[in-house]
T-cell receptor
Framework: GAGVSQSPSNKVTEKGKDVELRCDPI?????LYWYRQRLGQGLEFLIY????????KSGLPSDRFSAERTGESVSTLTIQRTQQEDSAVYLC??????????????FGPGTRLTVL | GDSVTQMEGPVTLSEEAFLTINCTYT??????LFWYVQYPGEGLQLLLK?????DKGSNKGFEATYRKETTSFHLEKGSVQVSDSAVYFC????????????FGKGTTLSVSS
């Protein structure tokens, strides 16, 4: 079946501009995660959505970052007034129903953001 | 807080060599442990996982055993192939439902024929 999809695959923007990144999770997956992968680094957690519950925003690095999710479907990550340090690959993952720690997260291909 | 430490790369091996990539963790409670792999130009894929102490995860010839006494989850393969060249990430999930994964920095493996 279809996996997690993300768009765009690449985004180049100028410093100070706003960007929107999109994630389509696997159908039926209630949990959705956003991560950031800087060059040569591991993945950093940004935000987590579970059904209609309030999202866990504890990983967002600043108030320039925000994310929304419509029900249990598409999510958008918005970065306002982008800075060069925002350059990274932004990864989205979904999980069927994290009733415990055993649930696997399925990752999308990522969006490579370059801020000039 | 919880953390994952894995050996730095790059690791360069010849085909059919034995592979070990070390991973140790620090966590409260009883996390699940994962190895993810990222092939060139592709997204992150789950390679294997273990959910409790002494469990062994295995897939595609790779194995890792959850060792609570040494807080380790080392990845091994007896005979690597060129197609195994990729970046490997060790990760853990916390004890609470829905907790985000905590990743190591990744280890690049390069296998030559």
């Amino acid at each position: 079946g279809a996996g997690v999809s993300q768009s765009p695959s690449n985004k180049v923007t100028e410093k100070g501009k706003d960007v929107e990144l999109r994630c389509d999770p696997i159908s039926g997956h209630t949990a959705l995660y956003w991560y950031r992968q800087r060059l040569g680094q591991g993945l950093e957690f940004l935000i987590y959505f579970q059904g209609n519950s309030a999202p866990d925003k504890s990983g967002l690095p600043s108030d320039r970052f925000s994310a929304e999710r419509t029900g249990e479907s598409v999510s958008t990550l918005t970065i306002q007034r982008t800075q060069q340090e925002d350059s990274a690959v932004y990864l989205c993952a979904s999980s069927p129903n994290p009733s415990g720690t055993k649930d696997t997260q399925y990752f999308g291909p990522g969006t490579r953001l370059t801020v000039l | 807080g919880d953390s994952v430490t894995q050996m730095e790369g790059p690791v360069t091996l010849s085909e059919e060599a034995f592979l070990t990539i070390n991973c140790t963790y620090t966590a409260t409670g009883y996390p699940s442990l994962f190895w993810y792999v990222q092939y060139p130009g592709e997204g992150l894929q789950l390679l294997l996982k273990a959910t409790k102490a002494d469990d062994k995860g295995s897939n595609k010839g790779f194995e890792a055993t959850y060792r609570k006494e040494t807080t380790s989850f080392h990845l091994e393969k007896g005979s690597v192939q060129v197609s195994d060249s990729a970046v490997y990430f060790c990760a853990l999930s916390g004890s609470q439902a829905g907790t985000a994964l905590i990743f190591g920095k990744g280890t690049t493996l390069s296998v030559s024929s």
